[in-house]
């Protein structure tokens, strides 16, 4: 499959990626697809599935993986996968997400689900739980859902340490959600620290 640059992040992504929402955790966009999944949400149950997936799309060409802290198990099962197939980090981009936490515990009807906060202590919680799972698969990390009204583009001490992992040869991304997109997207193009852009995509 043909690949292209990626932002101003350097990387090379194939023009298809596989997002891991519907498969990292029960109860999201995976709601009545129970046949899909057998009706069975059991941990190794839906790692297993999310093995299969992962295979179809590097069969069919993709390098591309995007995973996030509030998909559940996505990261966990990315990795898994990454190493049974022995995939080295030179041979796939892979991405994820910080800001929201998942909170539902693999409850399909858990009251609250995710929990959305772009502050410094979410940021280094997160950013130490996403190294624990991929390690140097890494490439990317981006801001979840991004809003003018989350408070992102203000928060100095976010911005910095977002920074310092640019400067440490991380890819930094945000993705964007709601109202006011455009606008968003200028503010995050325009933030600079050190001479360079943050947001490199």
């Known amino acids: 499959m043909q690949q292209r640059k990626l932002g101003r992040t350097g990387l090379a992504v194939t023009r ?91 409850q399909v ?18 950013r130490q739980e996403t190294h624990q799972n991929l390690g140097q698969h890494l490439d990317l990390y981006q801001v979840h859902s991004a809003t003018l009204s989350s408070g992102i583009f203000e928060r100095t001490e976010v911005l910095e340490e977002l920074a310092r992992m640019r400067d440490a040869g991380l890819g930094i991304g945000l993705s964007l959600s709601g109202p006011g997109q455009p606008e968003a997207l200028r503010r995050a193009m325009a933030i600079e620290i050190g001479g360079e852009p943050v947001f490199a995509t």
């Not at 990292?24 to 709601?31: E, M």
């Not at 992962?54 to 998909?71: E, H, K, N, P, Q």
């Not at 030179?90 to 909170?103: E, R």
């Not at 009807?109 to 997160?126: G, I, M």
């Open 16 to 106: 298809m990626g596989l997002g891991l929402a519907a498969l990292g955790r029960p109860g999201y966009i995976n709601l009545d697809h129970a046949d899909a999944l057998n009706h069975n949400y059991e941990v190794d149950a839906m790692r297993a599935h999310t093995h299969t997936v992962l295979d179809a799309a590097w069969v069919a060409g993709i390098r591309y993986f995007d995973a996030a802290r509030s998909y559940g198990r996505a990261e966990e099962f990315l990795a898994s996968w990454l190493v049974a197939r022995g995939i080295a980090p030179v041979n796939a981009t892979i991405g994820s997400k910080w800001g929201y936490t998942y909170t539902a515990d693999w």
């Open 109 to 126: 009807d858990a009251e609250v689900h995710e929990v959305k906060e772009h502050s410094l202590d979410v940021l280094t919680r997160q």
